[in-house]
């Protein structure tokens, strides 16, 4: 059985930083992309930054030069360190791990941006 699971959510001030984290377990083979999505409420999902297991990224414009994503492939964890946050950014995240024949999706990690 494989679990995804994600932690580092939380309330943070326009400006601020916060770093999510996450980690997928169990038996798991041949993990292709690590990253993360977002919804925030009356949206749908969109992709935030994902990492290939040969280092190549992607990520939504809105967020490029303010977010970094990391991926450690021994450990299978992928890291979103988020800096110069907005209001906007608010949402729940969701880490993701896409192999050759499923993606894995984690339950979430809230993430909001407010004074």
């Known amino acids: 059985q494989v679990q995804v699971m994600e932690s580092g959510g939380g309330l943070v001030e326009p400006g601020g930083s916060l770093r999510l984290s996450c980690a997928a377990s169990g038996e798991i083979f041949s993990i292709n992309a690590m990253g993360w999505y977002r919804q925030a409420p009356g949206k749908e999902r969109e992709l935030v930054a994902v990492v290939y297991s040969d280092s190549g990224t992607v990520y939504q414009d809105s967020v490029k030069g303010r977010f970094t994503v990391s991926r450690d492939n021994a450990k299978n964890t992928v890291s979103l360190q988020m800096n110069s946050l907005k209001p906007e950014d608010t949402a729940v995240y969701y880490c993701?791990?896409?192999?050759?024949?499923?993606?894995?999706w984690g339950k979430g990690t809230l993430v909001s941006v407010s004074s």
């Open positions: 993701y791990t896409n192999t050759p024949w499923v993606d894995y």
